[in-house]
Nanobody
């Protein structure tokens, strides 16, 4: 079984910064893509950014120029540095990973979510 544990959410004023972390643990053979999604109240979950195990990144238009995704493959951890935060960034942020388990099965895994609140 594989778990993703997120940390780093909280309350910040508009213009501020937060750094989210997500660590994978369990029976892991390898991890392909890792990413961050978010879901605001009354809205669907949307991709914020993702990164391949080779380091190729992809960002939603709303995140470009403000957010930076990175990963530490040795620690099975992905980060999201969020700068110049806006009230519209308020959401629950979820970590996601496509994990190849110790039994060589592929599995999409989600974290429990961490709340980011940006005040105006």
């Amino acid at each position: 079984q594989v778990q993703l544990v997120e940390s780093g959410g909280g309350l910040v004023q508009a213009g501020g910064s937060l750094r989210l972390s997500c660590a994978a643990s369990g029976s892991i053979f390898s991890i392909n893509a890792m990413g961050w999604y978010r879901q605001a109240p009354g809205k669907e979950r949307e991709l914020v950014a993702d990164v391949t195990n080779g380091g190729r990144t992809n960002y939603a238009d709303s995140a470009k120029g403000r957010f930076t995704i990175s990963r530490d493959n040795a620690k099975n951890t992905v980060y999201l540095q969020m700068n110049s935060l806006k009230p519209e960034d308020t959401a629950v942020y979820y970590c996601n990973a496509y994990v190849i388990t110790g039994t060589l099965r592929g599995s999409q895994v989600w974290g429990q979510g961490t709340l980011v609140t940006v005040s105006s």
